[in-house]
T-cell receptor, first 113, second 115 residues
């Protein structure tokens, strides 16, 4: 069974600085997708970034980028130039066959002014 | 384009009572998912529908939870009777299909409190 582990329950960062959220996963599948979702207090789950496992190039979306290490089964999220609106719960997720998502426990990120 | 709609947003019930949640997916999305998110945890898939058929309900506690999607569009999730441990946010999501990669779009969720 696939598992996703987020070892940082909470993180804080100063506005305009950079923060990295960690995620590791376990799977025997060779092709899969990985995601980072943001869940603000409104509870609306928003897709931040996705990575296809067969692509070696790390995904980037504006201020968000990932460090995907397939052999190590590691998938970290880097947020540059942090903004107050980035304050939220962040979930790392693995998509397995059949379009099913497996989520980690989440990391609460607080951006301070 | 309208997003995934859910109602109610909040519900408080006594244990052993029954409750139902409603979800309307994005128009044209064949696949619908119900997740349970307990406080401090990530969402856990309860059931997945493809049109009006069940694809996966392996993690649905079938002694008390039921779900249906009769016309392949909107869906209801029911809990009867509720237990204290059912207190959670229930998220509905939809996607175009299940083959390959299909982004899941989430609704705002229903927060259930069982007293």
């Amino acid at each position: 069974a696939q598992t996703v582990t987020q070892s940082q329950p909470e993180m804080s960062v100063q506005e305009a600085e950079t923060v990295t959220l960690s995620c590791t996963y376990d799977t025997s599948e060779s092709n899969y997708y990985l995601f980072w979702y943001k869940q603000p207090p409104s509870r609306q789950m928003i897709l931040v970034i996705r990575q296809e496992a067969y692509k070696q190039q790390n995904a980037t979306e504006n201020r968000f980028s990932v460090n995907f290490q397939k052999a190590a089964k590691s998938f970290s999220l880097k947020i540059s130039d942090s903004q107050l609106g980035d304050t939220a719960m962040y979930f790392c997720a693995f998509m397995r066959v059949g379009n099913k998502l497996v989520f980690g426990a989440g990391t609460i990120l607080r951006v301070k002014s | 384009e309208a997003g995934v709609a859910q109602s109610p947003r909040y519900k408080i019930i006594e244990k052993r009572q029954s409750v139902a949640f409603w979800c309307n997916p994005i128009s044209g999305h064949a696949t619908l998912y119900w997740y349970q998110q307990i406080l401090g945890q990530g969402p856990k898939l309860l059931i997945q529908f493809q049109n009006n058929g069940v694809v996966d309900d392996s993690q649905l506690p079938k002694d008390r939870f039921s779900a249906e999607r009769l016309k392949g569009v909107d869906s209801t999730l029911k809990i009867q009777p509720a237990k204290l441990e059912d207190s959670a946010v229930y998220l509905c999501a939809s996607s175009l299909g299940v083959r390959g990669y299909n982004e899941q779009f989430f609704g705002p969720g229903t927060r259930l409190t069982v007293l």
